[in-house]
């Protein structure tokens, strides 16, 4: 949910007023194929488009893909995004939307993506401000409907073909896709979570029946300011001694999710 006041309704009724839901993906931070949520109700056409969401992430993979879209096995994903230790990327098409943003760990931030079709533009947002831009190099469609809609795996087939060094670690909420570009000001405003903005193409106010899980995988609720207001900084101690670049892999790699 993405309101000031969001509330979680259920058979029982209203829920934790003043919290959001999240999906945590592979809490233990053990590595799998089998941990992943996916879209069961149709997955709509889409044209220009903007996507938003808010993640912590837990761990770097090999690729931390957290969503991809496919509509055949005969295709590669239409639509995917990862968050590498190299940098934040996007593939439409098999067109890559490549920046040297780097995800921050082990702390809440607000991820957008627009795309213009008419010109295979794109634009990133982290934060609330503008990160990075460019245009595929080659002409795009539209992605088609009514495929495989699947977060925390990359599809290596229809709905499958998951492989454990792609999967994501980790948690997101505020999930919503709207069927154009959105403006700066409003980009902004759900950046800090002013006023509810629900995706009309895609809604995480949408039910649970929404989404199917597996693994892993699991609803939880967190505070709306800790989500939108992370102040708290984590500090893990090791008793053991590291030269620079031996503490940098373990920070970046190793803090929370172990093998």
């Known amino acids: 949910m ?19 839901r999240v999906l945590v993906l592979q809490e233990s931070g053990t590595p799998s194929a089998a941990s992943y949520a996916r879209l069961v109700k149709p997955f709509p056409r889409l044209e220009s488009f903007t996507i938003c969401y808010r993640i912590k992430l837990n761990r770097f993979r090999e690729e931390s893909t957290l969503i991809s879209y496919a509509v055949s096995d005969d295709k590669d994903n239409e ?8 940098g934040y990327r996007v593939t439409i098409q098999g067109y890559w939307a490549a920046s040297q ?25 982290l934060n609330g401000e503008r990160r990075a831009e460019g245009s595929f190099p080659g002409p795009t469609t539209p992605l088609e409907g009514g495929g495989a809609f699947v977060i925390g795996q990359e599809q290596d087939s229809l709905g499958g073909g998951f492989q454990r060094d792609q999967s994501f670690c980790g948690e997101i909420t505020h999930l919503n896709i709207w069927s154009r570009t959105l403006d700066n000001h409003t980009l902004t405003q759900m950046w800090s979570c002013e006023g509810e903005r629900p995706g009309d193409l895609l809604s995480w106010s949408s039910s649970l029946e929404s989404w199917q ?6 609803w939880v609720q967190r505070s709306r300011h800790d989500l939108c207001h992370p102040t708290t900084r984590v500090i893990t101690i090791f008793p053991n001694r590291f030269n620079l670049a031996q503490a940098d892999h373990l920070c970046h790699v190793s803090v929370l999710c172990l093998f």
Do not use: M
């Open 213 to 218: 899980i597996d693994g892993e995988t699991s």
């Open 101 to 125: 943003l780097v995800t921050p760990l082990r702390s809440w931030a607000h991820f957008c993506f627009l795309y213009q079709l008419n010109d295979a533009s794109w634009t990133i947002y």
């Open 79 to 86: 639509f995917r995004i990862d968050h590498r230790e190299s």
């Open 2 to 20: 993405y309101a000031c006041r969001p509330k979680l309704t259920t058979a029982e009724g209203v829920l934790w007023d003043g919290e959001d």
